[in-house]
C-alpha cells in the first residue's frame, strides 16, 4: 500500500476540494495501469447511490472506487469514513450500473484515502455483501 503525495488546494470550497481529490485519486490509479470507465455515475431518483470512480484492471476486473478525503486525521481517517450505509449506498449504486451488461465481469470495491498529504489506495475495501 505505497502512499503517494497529495497537496490540498489554498482556499478551496469543499467542492473544489472533493474534485481535486477525485482528480488525485484517478491520476494515482492511472499510473497503477487502471483505465477509467465513469466517473461520478449515479442512481436515478432519490435515496440512491453515486460512484466516484468506475476503472478497469488490465485484467478485465470492473473497480468501483471510492473517493474520501480529509485534511485533518484527527476524526478517524479517510478511510474509516466510509461506514456500512456507505457501504450499501455503494453496492446499491454498482449493482444499478452492472444491469447494463449482459454478462457482468468480476468487480471489485475500492477505497482510496487522502489523510492530509498522502493518498492510499485499498484493494478490496469491502465487498458486495455490505448491501
Not at 23 to 35: E, I, N, S, T, W
Not at 49 to 74: C, N
Not at 109 to 115: E, G, H, L, N, P
Amino acid at each position: 500500500m505505497a502512499a503517494l503525495r497529495f497537496s490540498w488546494p489554498g482556499s478551496a470550497t469543499t467542492r473544489m476540494r472533493g474534485n481535486a481529490a477525485e482528480d488525485a485519486a484517478l491520476a494515482h490509479l492511472l499510473a497503477q495501469g487502471l483505465r477509467l470507465v465513469e466517473r461520478n455515475y449515479r442512481t436515478p431518483g432519490r435515496g440512491g447511490g453515486e460512484i466516484d470512480l468506475i476503472l478497469r484492471e488490465p485484467d478485465g476486473t470492473l473497480v468501483f472506487a471510492e473517493v474520501r478525503a480529509r485534511a485533518d486525521v484527527s476524526r478517524g481517517g479517510a478511510a474509516a469514513s466510509v461506514g456500512a450505509a456507505k457501504q450499501r449506498r455503494i453496492v446499491l449504486a454498482a449493482r444499478h450500473y452492472l444491469l447494463r451488461h449482459r454478462s457482468p465481469p468480476p468487480c471489485r470495491f475500492d477505497v482510496v484515502a487522502i489523510d492530509g498529504d498522502r493518498i492510499e489506495w485499498l484493494r478490496g475495501a469491502f465487498d458486495a455483501d455490505a448491501g
